[in-house]
Every structure is written in structure tokens, then in C-alpha cells.
């Protein structure tokens, strides 16, 4: 009985914090995996960073496909949970237990966000000021502020920078 109570006090507090610092775990659809890596044109030996990988289905996807991939997560469980998905596929993917924001992403070629409306504004400011030219933006859900996105779907956006 004691597991099973540290494991909901943890889901719980990781969700807490996660809702805190950008967005509550919501994986991304499956099908939405490819598409998106597909539309934003990650190729091998680029560099993919997610910031708040939950699960890190898109970091595996990423590595699989020759990229190399950094995922950050706030929550200890689903940091767990990804560093089980991606332990096998290391070094060229990592999943680090900190908080993204202060995180450069001057290397990235593609990131991916899934973040809450009231935190995209901060995203903006970090994007703009961080990404290199030609880097791509995968927002799930919710639109970057003053940035028209290159391809918009009913789940996700693509900006380029």
C-alpha cells in the first residue's frame, strides 16, 4: 500500500510543479509524433531538444531517426519514465531532471514545446533570442505570440526562425 501512496504523491506533486513551471503532462499523439518531426524536416545529425519531454516518446522518435536529442523534464516520474524509454539509445539521446528555462538552445535545429497559453509569451522572448536562423519550432497546441507559424494543423504549429 506505502508504493502505491509515494507513487499518486509523487504524480501529484510532479504535476503541481509541472503546471507551475510551463504545462501538466499531456503526452502528444502518437500520430502526431512523425508528422510533426516529418513537417519541421529533422534530419540526421541535427540536434533536437524538447523542452518538457514527459514520457520522451519525441526524443526516441528523434533518435531514431539520426538526430541527436535532449529532452528536459521538472517531474522526477516522467524523467524516470523517459530515461527508461531513451537509456538504450544513449549517448545520442539524454533526458536531464531540470528546468528548461534556463537551458540555452542556441544548438538546437529543432525544438519542441508544449506549453500553457499564459507561458508562450516567455517562450517567445527565449526562441527569439536564442535560436539560430534557419532553426524550427514545434508548438504543440498553442500559438508563439508575434511569430506567424510556417505550418499550422488543428494540434500543432511550426515556426522557423
Known amino acids: 500500500m506505502l508504493p502505491i501512496l509515494v507513487l499518486v504523491l509523487l504524480l501529484l506533486i510532479g504535476f503541481l510543479i509541472g ?13 502526431d509524433v512523425e508528422a510533426m518531426l516529418d513537417a519541421a524536416k529533422l534530419n540526421r545529425g541535427q540536434r533536437f ?15 531514431k531517426r539520426g538526430a541527436y536529442a535532449i529532452g528536459y523534464e521538472i517531474n522526477p516520474l516522467l524523467w524516470f519514465i523517459a530515461m527508461l ?12 531532471l531540470a528546468n528548461f528555462w534556463p537551458r540555452p ?3 538546437a535545429d529543432v525544438v519542441m514545446v508544449f506549453l ?8 517567445a522572448a527565449k526562441a527569439k533570442n536564442e535560436l539560430k536562423p534557419g532553426a524550427r519550432l514545434i508548438s504543440y497546441v498553442f500559438e508563439v505570440p508575434g ?3 510556417i505550418i ?10
Open 85 to 96: 524509454r531513451v537509456a538504450r539509445l544513449y549517448p545520442r539521446a539524454q533526458v536531464r
Open 19 to 31: 503546471g507551475l513551471m510551463g504545462a501538466p503532462w499531456v503526452p502528444s499523439r502518437r500520430i
Open 116 to 123: 500553457m497559453p499564459k507561458f508562450m509569451p516567455r517562450l
Open 147 to 149: 511569430k506567424r507559424p
Open 49 to 63: 531538444v524538447e523542452l518538457g519531454c514527459g514520457d520522451g516518446r519525441l526524443v526516441a522518435a528523434a533518435v
Open 105 to 107: 538552445l542556441i544548438e
Open 152 to 161: 499550422k494543423t488543428d494540434h500543432w504549429l511550426i515556426y522557423k526562425y
